[in-house]
């Protein structure tokens, strides 16, 4: 009778420590990282009553005989599962989502922890702010690097750290400048120039001009159609035009030559025929001694017969009467001495005569003076437009003489250099108290000269951390692919080296080339206001690449993608990322690594022990922890701005509260029925 009793003693002893746990499990269903307890029993010892027999060849074998003496504790386990996350947005609050711990110092012993709700305290140290232990982690160096091999210690952050101020080695660059855009030259023209018609010039009726009052062209001739009739009084002979004249006493004409040598074949012993220096048909009496000749010229083209009929009427001998004159639009083998203007009138050109070319190149004012002659041999002479454009070229310091030319429509045209430092204008010919040349040969601009560039800017610092704007400017060349670059500073520095040279891109649009003018590597200046010299490379990627500088047919555009200088800077804020490293962000932009929050894990973290704080130590069966930063040892995560709740479940702790107050009950009943029955065993005297 006895056992039962105590039996039931042990089961309600027991079930009150399964009832303690519980009720500490829901004290603490709010508590910050908190991992709930759970019990579980096992039988105590049980009394032998009789032992176990072994079979024999005449019997069957015996089961043992035991008696339970009641239950006792088997153990109360701490249970590690995650706890739900809860937002604070506060930076320092911190949660582990995975396993590990936090890891605190009290500058004596450690302690481990998944309560992230930290603090710093006055002197920048990371702490838990119920009892002061500091975080545990890894220190940066001055420059930000954990370097390998780093000591875990106690993270302190020195909020009033200044970050000196870094002078520039390195500007990236990338973009594309645009394949499509070209430099342009500066187009002028003159006015419409015509040269008068010579014996030596075969040039084809049918566009010529006759000067008169108007300057008309003569044109719609028609092969085989149109004629002219020359009569000298007694004879008469129609000369009709062709495309290619077949030679004289044919009576066909192609040219003025070709009509004055059927008319000196055909009237030789009345009238002469020659084309006179002013380009006009002049005929004289041939005949000998004294007499004249009466001429008519006619022909069923209106405006061929305005120019011929002005030689109509009776030529004595000794006298001459003449046609209009006779001109073709000037081309670069003409005479300067036969040019005329638009309107037929001479440009009174003659030998000797001393022209003026005048310039404005790029704003600078530039001149060239040179003599007209009427003799090629003439040395320092000019002799034909030819000879003009040249002379034009050379004083305009033209890359090409073909530059200066004569159109088909006989303005000369001069094509400057491409690019806006070649820019041409107050372009002018003259020759003193010669308005007709100097009304000619006066430019219209038909197209501005202009760069294809692009410029863009970036702040560098130097070594004091003085800013210095940098601005790059690229500008394309004539040859495909080709640019030159060239570096310019917006203060008082002085450059040295390296300030300029040439960029080229392969045909598929990579980079091919970047080089410095003059063997440089590097930009070198003197910022000239006590920093040191400063060496800054450019770098506009990798050759045969796209990671830089690219031409393609696409609008130009330029970005700076890095510089690694800075003025210095106060530490300001710091954030904190998942892999517990945590970066200052400083006034200057600068962020720099300042420390790394490691975390422990344990082989048996079951086998901790509370030392309250929601903290734990080692015991003899948790093992040694391995510490380590989040991606070394321990792959968890760390949550800034978040921290792990309780993961005391209430439903599940409320049932075994049932179940605990239900065996409670039970052994109670035990208590009372073993104690009626010894009741009745003592009535039994009576």
Known sequence: MMRSLFSGVSGLKNHQIRMDVIGNNIANINTIGFKKGRVTFEEALAQTMRGAMRPSELHGGTNPMQVGLGITIGSI???????????????????????GFFVLSDGVSEYYTRSG???FDAQGRLINPTNGYVVQGYMANNSGVIEPGTSIGDIVLP???????????????TGNLNASENPQGTIVRSDVMYAIETTTDDSDVNGLYASGNTNSNITGLIPGITTITVNDGTNTHTYTYVLEDSGASNDDFNSLADLIDEIKNDFSGSIQVTLNSSGALEFSYAGTGTGSATISITSNNAVLESALTKANGTVNSGNTTTTDEFSHRATENDLLINLRNSSGQSLNLSDGDALTISCLKNGALITGNFT??????????????????????????????????????GRLNIQGDPGADNELSAISISESNNSVLGSTMSFTEIQKAKDAKYSTNVTIYDALGHKHTLTLTFKKTVIPGQWTWEAQLGGDETISAGGQGKLAFNPDGSLLSFTYD???????????????PMNVILDVGTTSSYDGLTQFSAPSAVVINSQDGYASGNLSSISIAQNGEITGLFTNGVTKTLAQIVLAVFNNPSGLLKVGDNMFSTSANSGAPAKGAVGEVIQSTILPGSLEMSNVDLAEEFTDMIVAQRGFQANARVITTSDDMLNELVNLKR
Not at 79 to 90: H, P
Not at 162 to 172: G, I, L, N, P, Q
Not at 376 to 405: H, P, R
């Open 518 to 532: 003059g063997g440089a590597t590097a930009l070198q200046f003197n910022p000239n206001n006590g920093a040191d």
């Open 117 to 119: 709700n930290f603090q």
């Open 372 to 409: 007209v002659s009427d003799d090629s041999s003439m040395d320092g002479s000019i002799w034909t437009l030819a000879d003009l454009n040249t002379q034009i070229a050379s004083v305009l310091g033209l890359s090409e003489t073909t530059q200066v030319s004569i159109d088909s429509s």
């Open 77 to 99: 386990d701490t249970m590690f599962s995650q706890g739900n996350l809860e937002s604070t947005g506060i930076q320092t609050d911190l949660a582990i989502q995975g396993d």
């Open 159 to 173: 909020f009033g750290q200044k970050v000196a101020a870094k002078a520039t080695t390195k500007v990236a660059f």
